[in-house]
C-alpha cells in the first residue's frame, strides 16, 4: 500500500501541539539542525510576510502504530521537510528570534528585527495570530513499505546536495540499518573529533563494514559503497552481520587506545587506516598504539618540514592524497606496521637498559 494526499488545511499552531506526536529522526533521515539561524529566520520571515513555503511530507501512522516502520509508536514521521519544522518549532519555543534587518511588509515602520515569538504575542498579537495561522501544506503518506518511504524521501531530495552517506542511509537492506547501528557505537560518539553533520560518521561506518566484509581494505569510493549496499542484499545475513560484529569488536579495542574527542581522530578520512592497523595487531600491543601514532605524525611533521629525506613517510603522505583508495589503505597500513615493529623494539631495547641499571 502506497497512497500519497493531503491533510485537510492545518495551522502551524496544530502542528506545533503535535510537535510530541511527530518521530523527527526516522532511520532514513539526515541529521538535524543542518540550518544555520539566519537560514531558519529567513523561513520565518517568509511565512509572516505571508510568502509560499515548500510541502512537507510526513508518514501518517494514525491508521494503524503496528507497522515496524513505526518503531517508536508515535503519529507522524517526518519525511520531509525536517529542517522547516525545527526551525519553526525552534520559533514557538522562544529559542529563535527574527533577524536583526527583519521587515514586516505589511507595516514597514515596525521595528521586529531581534524579536522572538514571546515578544510578538506579548506586544504584537496580531502578528503572533499570522504565525499561529498560518496554513502551511503537509502531504500525508500512508505505506507500510518502507522502500517506498526512502525512494520518496531520495526522489524528493534529489535536486538538493545531498551526500552519498545520506542517500546510502535511505536504502533498504541491511547495511543501512548495520551502519546506523555501528554509529551508535561509543567510538563516533564521543572519540572523533571530525564533523558528523552531513553522515561522515555513516560514510566511515560504511567503510569498516566494507573492510570487513571483503575480510581486507578495498576501494571504498562511492561508488563501491553503494554497491556494496546492493550487494549484501543477496549475501546471507550471517555473512553481513559477521562483518558488523567484527567492526564492533575491534572498536571496543579502539576505545581503549584513543581518548575522546583526539586530535589523533580529527579527519575522517584516516579512521580506516587506524581501523585495519589496531585490527591486524595483537591486543597486547593495545598499551602502545596511541603513543606511536603521535611519534609516527611527529616524524611525518618533521620530514615535511626539512627536505623531505625518509622515503617511506613521502609515500605514506602521498598515499593520503588517494584516501579512498585500496591501494592507499594497504600503504599506509604496511608502513604504520613497518614503524610500530621498529618502535615496539626499540622501546623493548630501553625498558632493557632500565632494568639491567637498576
Known amino acids: ?37 539566519t537560514d531558519k529566520a529567513y523561513l520565518i520571515d517568509s511565512i509572516l510576510n505571508e510568502y509560499d513555503v515548500p510541502k512537507i511530507y510526513v508518514a501518517d501512522f494514525t491508521f494503524g502504530y503496528s507497522t515496524p516502520l513505526n518503531k517508536r509508536r508515535l503519529s507522524y514521521a517526518i519525511i520531509d521537510g525536517k529542517q522547516r519544522f525545527e526551525a519553526i518549532f525552534d520559533f514557538f519555543n522562544g529559542n529563535l528570534v527574527l533577524d536583526k534587518d527583519f521587515i514586516f511588509e505589511e507595516n514597514r515602520t515596525l521595528k521586529l528585527g531581534g524579536l522572538g515569538y514571546p515578544d510578538l504575542r506579548n506586544n504584537h498579537p496580531n502578528i503572533a495570530d499570522i504565525f499561529d495561522n498560518y496554513p ?20 524528493l531530495n534529489r535536486s538538493k546536495p545531498l551526500t552519498g552517506a545520506e542517500i546510502r542511509n535511505a536504502m533498504t537492506g541491511p547495511v543501512p540499518k548495520l551502519t546506523r547501528l555501528v554509529t551508535e557505537h561509543n567510538l ?72 575522546p574527542r583526539d586530535p ?37 611533521k618533521i620530514n615535511r618540514q ?19 583508495d585500496e591501494k592507499s589503505y594497504i600503504g599506509r597500513v604496511r608502513i604504520l606496521e613497518k614503524y610500530f615493529k621498529n618502535y615496539a623494539e626499540q622501546l623493548k631495547l630501553e625498558l632493557s637498559r632500565e632494568d639491567k641499571g637498576k
Open 306 to 324: 626539512q627536505k623531505p629525506t625518509d622515503n617511506n613517510l613521502i609515500e605514506f603522505d602521498t598515499y593520503n592524497r588517494s584516501t579512498n
Open 136 to 155: 502551511i501544506s503537509v502531504m500525508r503518506v500512508i505505506t507500510d513499505d518502507e522502500e517506498k518511504i526512502n525512494e520518496l524521501f531520495v526522489r
Open 1 to 37: 500500500m502506497f497512497k500519497v494526499n493531503q491533510f485537510e488545511p492545518k495551522t502551524l499552531r496544530w502542528w506545533w501541539m503535535q510537535k510530541d506526536k511527530i518521530d523527527l529522526d526516522p532511520p532514513y533521515q539526515r541529521h538535524g539542525r543542518l540550518w544555520s539561524k
Open 264 to 300: 589523533l581522530l580529527a579527519s575522517a578520512g584516516v579512521l580506516p587506516v587506524y581501523y585495519w592497523f589496531v585490527r591486524q595487531r595483537n591486543s597486547k600491543d593495545d598499551a602502545i598504539i596511541r603513543e606511536f601514532l603521535i611519534y609516527f605524525e611527529q616524524i611525518r
Open 188 to 259: 563516533f560518539k564521543s572519540y572523533v573529533r571530525f564533523s558528523v553533520t552531513r553522515g561522515q560518521d555513516k560514510n566511515a561506518a560504511a567503510k569498516l563494514l566494507l573492510f570487513e566484509f571483503k575480510e581486507q581494505p578495498t576501494e571504498t569510493k562511492r561508488k563501491n559503497l553503494d554497491g556494496f549496499v546492493k550487494a549484501a542484499k543477496k549475501e546471507s545475513k550471517d555473512k553481513v552481520e559477521l562483518a558488523s560484529r567484527r567492526v564492533l569488536e575491534t572498536l571496543d579495542r579502539m576505545s581503549e587506545i584513543f581518548l
